[in-house]
């Protein structure tokens, strides 16, 4: 140890170390609750969520943090300045820093550029993760790679899981990796109904430079993340950024002029634990696993707020003093419960967390509920699977199903049953929304119609989500499986169609499978976005290269091959021949394009293929069949056609019947490929039989 | 001619459970060393042993005593007299004679009434050094894991410059095995990849991690399960085991409308039936794996680190191959019969075979020469391949050529990077470079690589 310990001084002394803690979720996965609490002061097993994330940040001796707070800023600022983080004996400096306006990691990190907080290596971090993994151990790991790779401006802190454990949260990203230097070359995050949920796409060029790569599924994303300077101001050059990994990391990667990169650190340790409580399914699952102890030692007992005073019995039940349990009440296992709570008779609670000052009445069934502080439920009422948020009051005899989630002072019956996955709110709560959301209307009907429906006393309405713009099938179906109490069973039962089509099966596509596109639908997408492209690039008088570098760029998002390109560019620079003056104007056609042709016509199948595209364009009208033997000879002399490849479409075309319009066109071609024969004799009489071939 | 069994010191254990077939009908791409003037492809000396007998050597180190080599009826006299009169090897050789045309799977097919038990299938250009032990392991690991298929990979060795007219364009295999390196997953021959390979989503749901590999090479070599077998005979449109059979395998691994629609699952159910049978009846049957077969199509990979040298399946190759195979025998590297002028010099990493003489200030460096060659005065050899009954008169220089059988290279001869056909006779003073030299009743050089690679 003695040699490490100055290195680290030395470190320490040179630079201070950061973190940037984003203390907002940009989503609406734990409303009704995260309208009047910020997601990262939610209580967890009784504690806010943001005081696993100091504690993990104190143990790897972190000096400053940079808090920005979008939605309830002021909450944030009041809690941390009475907790004990603000205190003299606090490890770190906290600063906080509020932007209302920002509603995405791209927006806060623009805004941490353009302040010039940061002039270290930083750590990017959530204030809502729950982790006690060894940061330090990352840092140095992130550093160490610095020396070396200039280049690498982040880490991402990453543990092996499958994909269908409960902390992964369904995130479904695929890390291509070089397993001997942790380079995360690509990253690829299938979306639903898209291509990329089908295939991964990797480009060949990977491996010239990673000979073996790694594809790693199994990795879950901890949401931490090691970052150097150069990444704010990366966001701030791509102000188009808004998610750190679907935009910032592959926009990044796959950038031909960056030549940034990014790193994987998988979590070694086989007891290290980190997630990031994302949503209701998240909050279930890091909380039972707080309890079962896999957070060790951010475990209840170790009573991380001041004036915590849990004591860890039997079977994972931990309690507080002033406790009041009736002796015919049973706390099973895996129960968390606070001070100046009272549990009545016959009742039975087991994978749960109560908060402080509950009061449970006789004949109460809790299971897998979790009771914020100062919640009542009276008598014979079950709970099963749900949030039940701060002050709310279920009348007795109601029962709440599965996966609900109840805001703040919610009143709920006497004698109702609130159905699964049901989100309920206060009338107020929603009215207040609702002045501030210009999206009022539906709130409005549904308090009408609610007022009576959850018992005599209720002041409930459901909580209506406002429109968020991304709500493509990948967005629904991650709001849904990232539900408490999510049914996955019902979910997951239309992906089977998807992975086994049973249409990909005849032997002869078997061999191309990999490489066929994607539906009609997008391709029409693309279509028109290349269209576009070269329309503006004709109006505007675009230069080749960028062009091309724009096409380059649609045909990788939309893994698309060349052929998809010529396929709609080629008719469209035809389309600038004015065929009254057929020689000067494709002359000049090509002149300016012919480059640009050349470009994207490659092997000979391409050459192929071009004339085939060539020849349907001028099918299309009686007028263009003079167009075509000028084009032909114009994409031989450019080289972009090659004399064999020519000869051999021509005789290979001829030798099929030919008719009408195609047949006119190949007696077009006939001089040219009279010419042609004639050249070649010339030029090896030696070898006759040579085109026999 | 060639003592085999110098290198293997003690005899394996017989294996009876397994059939082998060596495949070595097609000429394949080494036009012009395999013309019908010269030798069949199986009998091209590499390191002055024919290639046939490194397979044949491979399969005697395993144990395996019961070989079927199929032959084409164009080679079917000297490869005959080969494996029946100077073949040394102790196991049992079946010859049989097969259309010159049959592609791999068609061999297989029309072999399928000779086959009753699980089998392995090798090229006969499949080079590897005798003396290593990783042939039995290949097969203990197919008997461990006990997949339907069990293909061996190799980490081919670096070219040493090659030789002959052709430079090879050499293609990466893309090879996706799973975290224990076992499984075979993916497979895709780089000349049929364009731009990007798609990997398949399930195939990542099903194998979460996922090595995708450049460095490998297919050997060709695989331990199959009968059933194979019963899949090649009823599927008549798969032609090539390597392009066709195996990677049908490979993708209906995590694809089960594959399995249903191409009838795997139909032929695995009927071979764990007979399986079954075959356990309840001869309880004593030594022929049969003792294991059930796995419910779960499997297809694994053995890959040999070290031992696996490569395929002679081109000129360059062939080439690389003799140069490599050359260091295996130190002892004999030049022949004792031979007659070597001390005033010229063999190089430490060349051979010369029997018989052959070799006159004064002649340098022989980085070649193997073969029997019965007379090497005149003042002859520069590097690189090259010599096969047998060579005569190179005084002052030519060779440098990586390859020149087949009975060929004449005449006084001061320049010859660079060429292949000369069987019998042919290099006028004095030529000057060539990258060029094929053969007979004149084959039309031209030109014509003659086109109608081989066409």
């Known amino acids: 140890m003695p040699p490490k310990k100055p290195k680290q001084q030395n470190i320490e002394a040179e630079e201070k170390l950061s973190v940037v803690m984003i203390a907002d979720s940009f989503d609406q996965q734990m409303m009704p609750l995260t309208q009047t609490t910020p997601r990262c002061l939610l209580p967890l097993?009784?504690?806010?969520?943001?005081?696993?994330?100091?504690?993990?940040?104190?143990?790897?001796?972190?000096?400053?943090?940079?808090?920005?707070?979008?939605i309830h800023a002021q909450k944030i600022k009041d809690y941390i300045a009475q907790s004990k983080w603000s205190k003299s004996h606090s490890p770190f400096e906290v600063r906080i820093i509020v932007t209302q306006e920002a509603m995405s990691v791209g927006d806060v990190l623009r805004e941490l550029d353009g302040k010039s907080l940061i002039r270290n290596d930083f750590i990017l971090i959530y204030g809502d993760v729950v982790s006690n993994m060894n940061l330090a151990k990352a840092l140095e790991a992130h550093k160490a790679r610095r020396?070396?790779?200039?280049?690498?401006?982040?880490?991402?802190?990453?543990?092996?899981?499958?994909?269908?454990?409960?902390?992964?949260?369904?995130?479904?990203?695929v890390y291509v990796i070089d397993d001997s230097t942790q380079q995360c070359i690509h990253y690829h995050a299938p979306r639903r109904?898209?291509?990329?949920?089908?295939?991964?796409?990797?480009?060949?060029?990977?491996?010239?430079?990673?000979?073996?790569?790694?594809?790693?599924?199994?990795?879950?994303?901890?949401?931490?993340?090691?970052?150097?300077?150069?990444v704010p101001a990366l966001f701030t050059e791509n102000f188009d950024y808004q998610d750190l990994r679907r935009d910032f990391v592959t926009g990044i990667l796959g950038s031909e002029v960056l030549d940034s990169t990014f790193y994987i650190y998988p979590i070694a340790d086989q007891h290290a634990y980190a997630a990031r409580v994302q949503g209701g399914q998240l909050y279930d699952a890091v909380s039972r696993d707080v309890m079962a102890r896999w957070t060790f030692p951010l475990v209840p007992e170790s009573n991380l707020q001041e004036g915590d005073a849990y004591v860890h019995k039997r079977d994972h039940v931990y309690q507080e003093p002033g406790v009041k349990l009736a002796r015919t009440s049973n706390l099973e296992r895996n129960v968390v419960i606070g001070r100046g709570s009272s549990v009545g008779d016959h009742s039975i609670i087991s994978n749960s967390v109560i908060g402080r000052d509950c009061q449970i009445g006789?004949?109460?069934?809790?299971?897998?509920?979790?009771?914020?502080?100062?919640?009542?439920?009276?008598?014979?009422?079950?709970?099963?699977?749900?949030?039940?948020?701060?002050?709310?009051?279920?009348?007795?005899?109601?029962?709440?199903?599965?996966?609900?989630?109840?805001?703040?002072?919610?009143?709920?019956?006497?004698?109702?049953?609130?159905?699964?996955?049901?989100?309920?709110?206060?009338?107020?709560?929603a009215a207040a929304a609702a002045d501030s959301d210009w999206n009022d209307s539906d709130a409005e009907d549904n308090t009408v119609v609610d007022s009576s429906r959850w018992g005599a006393e209720s002041n409930a309405v459901i909580w209506v989500p406002s429109d968020e713009d991304d709500d493509d099938a990948e967005a629904i179906y991650q709001s849904q499986v990232n539900a408490l109490a999510a049914d996955l069973g019902q979910i997951r039962m239309d992906d089977q169609d998807i992975d086994d089509s049973a249409s990909e099966a005849s032997l002869d596509s078997l061999e191309d499978m990999d490489d066929v596109g994607g539906s009609g639908d997008e391709y029409d997408h693309f279509g028109s976005e290349v269209a576009d492209t070269i329309d503006r690039a004709?109006?505007?008088?675009?230069?080749?290269?960028?062009?091309?570098?724009?096409?380059?760029?649609?045909?990788?998002?939309?893994?698309?091959?060349?052929?998809?390109?010529?396929?709609?560019?080629?008719?469209?620079?035809?389309?600038?021949?004015?065929?009254?003056?057929?020689?000067?104007?494709l002359a000049a056609a090509f002149q300016r394009w012919g480059e640009l042709i050349a470009s994207v016509v490659n092997s000979d199948q391409d050459q192929a293929d071009t004339l085939s595209i060539v020849k349907d364009f001028c099918l299309v009208d009686r007028a263009r069949v003079d167009l075509f033997l000028p084009c032909v000879k114009r994409l031989y002399d450019a080289d972009i056609v090659e004399e064999d490849m020519l000869l051999q479409w021509h005789q290979a075309a001829v030798a099929e019947k030919l008719t009408g319009g195609e047949l006119l066109l190949h007696q077009k071609l006939q001089p040219l490929i009279n010419w042609l024969l004639e050249a070649e004799e010339e030029d090896d009489d030696d070898s006759e039989d040579e085109d026999s071939d | 001619m060639f003592s085999l069994d110098q290198t293997t010191s003690a005899k394996p254990q017989v294996v009876l459970e397994f059939q082998a077939i060596i495949l070595a009908g097609n000429q394949g791409n080494i036009y012009p060393l395999a013309?019908?003037?010269?030798?069949?492809?199986?009998?091209?000396?590499?390191?002055?042993?024919?290639?046939?007998?490194?397979?044949?050597?491979?399969?005697?180190?395993?144990?395996?005593?019961?070989?079927?080599?199929?032959?084409?009826?164009?080679?079917?006299?000297?490869?005959?007299?080969?494996?029946?009169?100077?073949?040394?090897g102790s196991a049992h050789i079946d010859i049989v004679t097969v259309d010159e045309h049959f592609s791999t799977a068609e061999v297989l097919r029309y072999l399928a009434p000779r086959i009753f038990q699980d089998f392995i299938v090798l090229p006969c250009d499949a080079v590897a050094n005798p003396q290593t032990a990783y042939p039995q392991r290949f097969l203990d690991s197919y008997r461990s894991a006990n997949p339907a298929l069990t293909a061996l990979f190799y980490e081919p060795p670096k070219s040493e410059g090659g030789g002959g007219s052709t430079k090879d364009s050499e293609w990466p295999l893309y090879v996706g095995l799973d975290a224990t390196q076992q499984r075979l997953l993916y497979m895709r021959p780089g000349d049929r990849v364009k731009e990007a390979l798609n990997l398949r989503m399930p195939l990542l749901r099903k194998f979460t991690r996922l090595n995708l590999v450049t460095h490998l090479q297919d050997a060709h070599i695989y331990v199959c399960k009968k059933w194979i077998l019963d899949l090649v005979v009823q599927k008549k449109e798969l032609t090539s085991f390597q392009k066709d059979v195996l990677p049908l395998l490979v993708r209906a691994q995590c694809r089960p409308s594959l399995l249903e629609t191409e009838g795997i699952s139909a032929i695995m159910d009927a071979a764990r039936q007979r399986h079954k049978y075959n356990q309840s009846v001869h309880e004593w049957s030594t022929t049969v794996a003792d294991d059930p077969m796995e419910p779960e199509l499997r297809v694994n990979l053995y890959i040999a680190s070290s031992g696996f040298m490569g395929r002679a399946d081109s000129v360059p190759h062939y080439c690389d191959l003799n140069k490599h195979a050359s260091r295996l025998f130190p002892d004999d590297r030049v022949a004792k019969s031979a007659e070597i002028n001390s005033r010229s010099q063999i190089g430490a990493d060349s051979m010369v075979g029997n018989l052959t003489k070799v006159d004064e200030r002649t340098s022989v460096k980085k070649s193997v020469i073969g029997a019965h060659c007379v090497i005149g005065k003042n002859v520069k050899i590097v690189n090259s391949v010599?096969?047998?009954y060579i005569t190179v008169e005084d002052g030519a220089k060779l440098d990586g050529c390859v020149i087949c059988n009975n060929a004449k290279i005449q006084a001061k001869a320049q010859l660079k990077d060429c292949e000369v056909g069987a019998s042919l006779v290099v006028d004095p003073e030529t000057q060539a470079k990258n060029e094929r030299i053969v007979s004149s009743f084959i039309p031209s050089g030109e014509e003659g690589m086109q109608v081989n690679f066409g």
């Open chain 1, 362 to 429: 006789d004949h109460v069934t809790i299971q897998g509920a979790y009771l914020l502080d100062g919640t009542t439920v009276a008598a014979h009422c079950t709970v099963e699977r749900s949030i039940l948020g701060h002050q709310t009051t279920v009348h007795s005899h109601s029962q709440i199903g599965k996966g609900c989630i109840v805001g703040d002072g919610v009143v709920v019956g006497p004698g109702i049953r609130v159905p699964d996955h049901t989100r309920l709110t206060t009338k107020a709560a």
């Open chain 1, 193 to 230: 109904g898209t291509d990329s949920y089908r295939t991964v796409p990797l480009s060949v060029e990977f491996f010239e430079k990673h000979p073996q790569l790694q594809l790693r599924y199994d990795l879950m994303d901890c949401q931490i993340d090691i970052c150097s300077v150069e």
């Open chain 2, 386 to 388: 010599l096969m047998d």
């Open chain 1, 45 to 70: 097993c009784n504690v806010p969520l943001i005081e696993y994330t100091f504690e993990l940040l104190a143990i790897a001796g972190i000096e400053e943090i940079f808090i920005f707070c979008c």
């Open chain 1, 538 to 585: 004709f109006s505007e008088g675009h230069a080749i290269a960028d062009t091309l570098l724009e096409l380059k760029g649609l045909r990788f998002a939309n893994n698309k091959n060349n052929h998809d390109i010529r396929i709609i560019i080629l008719p469209k620079i035809l389309d600038q021949v004015d065929l009254s003056h057929l020689m000067p104007s």
């Open chain 2, 35 to 88: 013309a019908d003037d010269n030798l069949p492809k199986a009998l091209l000396p590499i390191a002055n042993r024919p290639m046939i007998a490194y397979p044949l050597q491979w399969l005697e180190a395993t144990g395996i005593q019961n070989i079927i080599v199929a032959i084409c009826s164009s080679s079917e006299a000297k490869l005959t007299h080969y494996l029946r009169n100077v073949y040394e």
């Open chain 1, 147 to 173: 020396a070396i790779d200039k280049n690498a401006i982040m880490t991402m802190v990453v543990k092996e899981t499958s994909p269908n454990h409960r902390t992964r949260g369904h995130q479904e990203a």
